[in-house]
């Protein structure tokens, strides 16, 4: 187990462990920081400030009920479906990849591809917003013809790590690949 | 994250990188981005330029990566031989393959590329790409040396012209060099953009003489047949074509015409032959790919062009290269392509024309021509790729070594060069662009960029790749 | 670049692509732009044939206050609609005999419209506007008034900007348009049904007929066609001074700066002038080349 610091394509620090379980199993996790409170406290204040502005001006106490359950609401939703605390890869040679990731509200979401389906993990550039980046995926084999590609399963889709995080992330994969293939 | 596409298409980077690959790097002289509008998959000459060009300075050692915008669901990254990235920008097409211009808008991205792929010179392709213009614009701005590419001569006549070529004097005043494909462009661009000709240099365009080679056998021997190869529109001198199929076909009655090429003159050549009944003797080929013009031009004696104007013209270099006789009309660069011996001239107009093939034809019925082959081998090492890109590789060089004015001599060399309205409103065109280049600097800054990993080149990862064997 | 190193002057440079030369590539020849023509088969205009022409202008301003003057008589119920009629008819035939005069003068030969067929398009248009008249005279109660004015100023502009000037017969179709628009307006703020027939009897006259008799005017006798235009500019003038004397000032003044002060400032202009041509240019296909096709 070991744990390096990298950072995000916008430049924030994430965290990269692996976590070697035996020789054709390795667990790679990267993990975003946490919800920051005070993050939680100016977004919470800033509406809260303008719906009391807007009260102020429409003597409606309907602003600011509204407001509270806005927050309350965003922020809920915010931990449950947005905000990504880890997101893990699992490679376990001759088995398969199993990506998941786990949201700040604890909820997670898990998928499993089979080694039979795949057919390597490659980095590739995209055009991401206003940006150019690198990413890390899962190249799958067309049902009936192992050497074409039938489609792309990108890998750490919300944290989005750089390339230095990538290539270490890819090295190891690659030598779990080519030993149990 | 990206689009999801079929990675089939994509040459995948596994990205292995050492201290070798950072030393190669930095032995490297240049690293350039080509960026027009105009490239694969759409086909014309600017296009082959831009590739041809890449290739030799690649195998030169340089770094060389093209931008363009996304045509269809072609948008991304992609590699071509010899590692030979392309980016496909996702920017809004406007009119015929021309991006909208904003002189803003383009920034974020274009920056991304000329950062991530630690360009030192931009060089900017045809006047009527404005993406080429915008990607001067934002060099200027980010500091880069700069590079243009003009491929088309421009009147002073009408509107568009006016407005095309004010625009072009705002993109080309604080452009370190500028490169032109003839004398005749190059006096145009020089008038046009109001510039010192000193800053413009003249490299012609350049065929690959390996893809011409004549092959006599392939001629009918019973009859002479003019080959044209065209778009078939007006600037192409159509009309002029029609004039004088029926004025030869009716003299000559074992002259054939072979025709390729698409485009709305198309119906004056069908109404033509459709009128004097010569289905048989005039063969309307339709759109040619570039592979299939050799095997047209060998089936000919003569070589036709009734370009109305043209700045270097490089398909009767072509036709010349495949050892037939050319006739072509007395307009723009023509004239300065071919020696007078290889080239019949005549004005644009079909009794001109018409008595120039007359002769062309008497010579080539009593044999006087000399044989195809020693006309190809002359050709051959006129309009060599290889020439193109060491003469290119000189303009960087000197480029590099250059200057790229400083914001506040930007605005002052804008103001006092493009005049008083224009100049000033494109000045603070350039300001609003630097301020904008500040944010994007503050959103993101370089640092948090990933250098991409070059493949590049002779001995980059390209080649190693194919060599390596892959895992599974 | 001359600083590239200049090479001995032995060789002399050529203008040819196809031989390589001891020059570097930027190098820039006493030959530079040696082909540029300047001004080449430029126009010289003299002053007073641009003041003939541009009479036509000045004289289609007039036309226009011409006819908003028979307005104002008509509105404020100094003319009786039975008198402009009456007029209008008179100088309609008057002027169809003498379009008839030049069309024989010119061309006995070309096929050539029968009086029949003058004569029914003229009864149809007739009948046609007096039986619409009453719907016409209605047909703007619901707006006010001042629109239905800035609406008929703004067409009657767009009838003198839309004008075409270089070839009045016959009148092109979106000044003609926005002409009649302008009466139509204008018209149905009259007081009754016939003064509304009056007047786009009038309109007709004034926008549609007249530029065809003055274009043979223009063609047979140019003397008289001055004569003619000066006659329209003073009555359009003098016209106006009876109704509002400003109005009238504003005309004379904007006749006289487009008839005798824009050609001025052409011809002093024409000195700034600079056309550039030079080997660049597109060749231009001078010969018919139609007769190959049909």
Redesign the interface.
Known sequence: MEEEAFTDINGKPITLDCHSHSSFCREFTVSSPKVSIGKVMVYTCSVWLLAYAVFFFTQNTAVLSSAILITLVGMMLHIHFVKVDHESLLVIGSLGIQVSSSYASGREVTTFIEMSKIKDIVINEAIYMHQIIYYLCVLLKEPFEPNEVSSVVPLFQSSKPRLGCLVKVYKSCQEILSTCQ | MGQRRRAGAVKTLSSERDSADVARICNRKHNICMVSDFFYPNMGGVESHIYQLSQCLIEKGHKVVIATHAYGRRRGVRYLTNGLKVYYLPLQVMYSQSTATTCVHSLPLLRCVFVREQITVVHAHSSFSSMAHDALFHAKTMGLNTVFTDHS?????DLSSVLTNKLLTITLCDTN?IVCV????K??T??RAVLN????????NAVDPTDFTPDPSQRPADRITIVVISRLVY?K?I??L??II?ELCLKHPDLHFLIGGEGPKRL?LE??RE?YQLHDRVRLLGALEHKDVRGVLVQGHIFLNTS??E??CMAIVEGASCGLQVVS?R???I?????DDLITLCE????SLCDGLEQVIAKQRSDSFPSPASIHNRVRN??TWKNVAE?TE??YDKVVGEEVLPLAKRLRRLRSHCGPVAGSIFAFVAMLDFLFLLLLQWLLPDRFMDVAVDATGPHGLWRQKTSRKKFD | ???DGAPSQSVPWR?????RQPF???Y?DQR??E??RRNEGIREYRYWAVVKEASLVGQQLSCVAIFITFWLYMEQGLLAPETLLWTSLVCGLLGYGLYQAFTSQTDSCSETRTHLADLQSAALFLSFTFGFSPVLKTLTESVSTDTVYAMSAVMLLAHLVSFPYGEPSPPGSLSLNAALFASVCLASRLPGALHTFAMLSCALLVFALWPCLLQRLRENSPLQFTGVCVGVCTGGVGGLASQSLGGAVLLSLAVVSVTFLCPLLLVWLQRHKD??H??????????D?SH??H
């Open positions: 001569l421009f009147g002073f006549a060099h003839s004398y005749t462009s006096e145009n020089v008038l000709p000193e800053i413009v240099s003249v490299i012609p600037r001198g009309d002029l029609g004039g029926p004056v109404e033509v009128k109305l104007t700045a270097f009309t307009v723009g660069g004239p300065e392509v071919l020696p644009p107009t079909v009794r006129l309009y003469r000189k303009v | 670049m001359g600083a203008k040819v692509l196809w031989e570097p590539d930027n820039v530079f732009l082909e540029l056309n550039i030079g080997p660049w240019d597109e060749a231009e296909i001078c010969e080349l190959f096709l």
